[in-house]
């Protein structure tokens, strides 16, 4: 049971969930989109670059097609995201976005690419799903509003839709450039709607978390997921992603002091339960479907 593409997405979610409260380092009042935009031109710019000085890319023979699709979805999404933030707040944003995106991939594997779920990916997926309502239940956000909720869900379809591309586009190339050519384009699609421009950084105390953030919880996280998402399914990959709001809940409590009423300790072991069905559940599977192969 080959378990290792399922830790390299969970260590991408878990780095990923270390963005929130890398965020509360920053200065108040920088607009979301220009953090998104210049984590996204750090982590990309200097894969771009590695990967140019190790000639690891070719521009003329490049998967341009699945890669401005991965790119405008990424990037689609976290504009999504953050606005429905602003709408329908954090805890509401945060449970539609996520909790969406599992099953729109699911759909688009079963209706596009012909590729129904399993059952132990549906359990594990309902688990998640059900942990991270309970994990954000109790935040004092309890009007519901409706083009909030939108947003939310056009989010999660970006983020399902850009796993998809992507794995497309690893089908095609490597690992590396792909990340690198991604989220260089993904910058350029973000820093024109930014806002606040890109000075910002060198101000204060800022450098260091956007730096963080570039490369460790962009460049390094991304590297997880694609490569993980070359052996396993786009909707395990997104299920588990999970990991994310599971990892910035822990990291709120643990470092920045913040409290998580019962309720919510038990959407963490519904998450946690849910990850680890998924992850040793589908290695079974695969194991059971090899041996069958073998036997015929």
């Given at each position: ?19 929130g409260t890398t ?103 309902l688990l998640a ?168």
């Amino acid at each position: 049971m080959n378990l290792l593409p399922y830790i390299f997405v969970l260590l991408a979610g878990i780095l990923w969930g270390t963005t929130g409260t890398t965020q509360t380092f920053l200065q108040e009042g920088i607009s979301p989109i220009a953090v998104a935009g210049v984590r996204s031109a750090i982590g990309g710019g200097i894969l771009l670059i590695a990967v140019l000085v190790m000639r690891r890319i070719h521009f003329k023979k490049w998967s341009w097609r699945w890669t401005i699709l991965a790119a405008l979805a990424i990037a689609l999404f976290q504009c999504l995201f953050f606005t429905s933030i602003r709408f329908a707040g954090v805890a509401v944003g945060t449970v539609v976005t996520i909790g969406s995106s599992p099953v729109f991939s699911g759909i688009m594997e079963w209706v596009i690419f012909k590729r129904r779920p399993d059952r132990v990916w549906g359990m594990a997926t309902l688990l998640a799903i059900i942990g991270c309502i309970l994990l954000f239940a109790n935040r004092g956000e309890t009007e519901v509003h409706p083009f909030g909720i939108l947003l939310a869900l056009c989010a999660g379809m970006m983020f399902a839709l850009y796993t998809n591309f992507s794995k497309r586009l690893t089908e095609r190339e490597e690992t590396l450039p792909s990340v690198a050519m991604t989220f260089t384009l993904c910058a350029l699609f973000l820093l024109p709607f930014s806002g606040d421009g890109v000075s910002w950084v060198f101000e204060g105390q800022n450098f260091w978390p956007m730096l963080f953030m570039g490369i460790v919880s962009t460049s390094m996280a991304y590297i997880f997921y694609l490569t993980g998402l070359e052996k396993i399914s786009s909707s395990s990959a997104v299920t588990l992603s999970l990991a994310e709001p599971l990892t910035a809940a822990l990291l709120g409590v643990f470092l920045v002091g913040e409290y998580l009423s019962p309720i919510s300790w038990i959407g963490v072991i519904l998450l946690l339960g849910g990850i680890i069905v998924l992850t040793f559940g589908s290695g079974k599977a695969a194991k059971k479907t090899e041996k069958a192969s073998s036997l015929e």
